[in-house]
C-alpha cells in the first residue's frame, strides 16, 4: 500500500503543476487580464558594475531613460524629490529592486506628479517599513512621464495609474540584488 502513496502524489504534484500554465521563460502577466494590454519588455543585460564618480558619463545602458547599466556606489532616499536627481544613482536604486517615476515638466504637472507618488505609494516595502520608490524629475525623458524598474522601462504622455501598478508586480523580478531595503 505504500508504493502507490508516492506515485499518486508525484501524479497529482504534476498536474497541479501543468494547471500553473507555463513553466518556459516568458515574461510573467501581472495583474492577470487586466494588464495583458502593457508592455513592459527588457532591455538587454549590460555590465552593472560601479564607476568612480556620480558624475560618470558613463552611467546607464546607453538608452533614454537608462534602466540598468553601469552605476554610482551610492543610491538615492526612497521619497518624492523636486529637483532633478543623478541618473547615476537611481540607475543603483534600480539594481536594488526599487521603482522610479520620472517626469519632465517644465511647465509644471503637479497632479500627473501625484498620480506618480500614488503609484510610489504602491511599490514593495522594505524591512525597514519604507516603500522601495523615487519619484524625480529628469529634464533628458523624451516623454513626459517614465517608470522604471531594472532593465524595464513604460514611457507615458500622461500617467495611466493601471500600467503603473501592472508594472509593480515586476518589482524585484529581474533586479540584481532584489529587495534590498531603501532608506527613508
Excluded at 516623454?143 to 524585484?172: E, G, H, I
Aim: hydrophobic content about 35%; overall charge negative; aromatic content about 6%.
Amino acid at each position: 500500500m505504500t508504493g502507490w502513496m508516492p506515485r499518486a502524489l508525484s501524479a497529482l504534484l504534476f498536474s497541479l503543476c501543468l494547471a500553473c500554465g507555463s513553466t518556459s521563460d516568458d515574461p510573467p502577466n501581472p495583474g492577470g487580464e487586466a494588464c495583458q494590454q502593457y508592455s513592459f519588455p527588457l532591455s538587454d543585460i549590460s555590465p552593472a558594475n560601479h564607476v568612480s564618480s556620480c558624475g560618470s558619463t558613463a552611467c546607464g545602458n546607453g538608452e533614454n531613460p537608462p534602466n540598468s547599466g553601469l552605476h554610482c556606489p551610492t543610491w538615492l532616499s526612497c521619497r518624492s524629490y523636486t529637483t532633478e536627481q543623478p541618473r547615476c544613482s537611481w540607475i543603483h536604486n534600480l539594481e536594488h529592486g526599487h521603482a522610479v517615476f520620472l517626469y519632465n515638466c517644465p511647465e509644471g504637472c503637479s497632479d500627473e506628479v501625484a498620480k506618480l507618488e500614488a503609484a510610489m505609494a504602491k511599490a514593495a516595502v522594505g524591512s525597514n517599513g519604507v516603500r522601495r520608490a523615487l519619484v524625480a524629475p529628469d529634464a533628458q525623458l523624451p516623454k513626459r512621464f517614465a517608470a522604471l524598474l531594472w532593465r524595464r522601462t513604460y514611457l507615458m504622455d500622461s500617467v495611466d495609474p493601471d500600467a503603473l501598478t501592472c508594472l509593480l508586480a515586476l518589482q524585484d523580478v529581474d533586479a540584481n540584488e532584489p529587495g534590498l531595503i531603501c532608506p527613508p
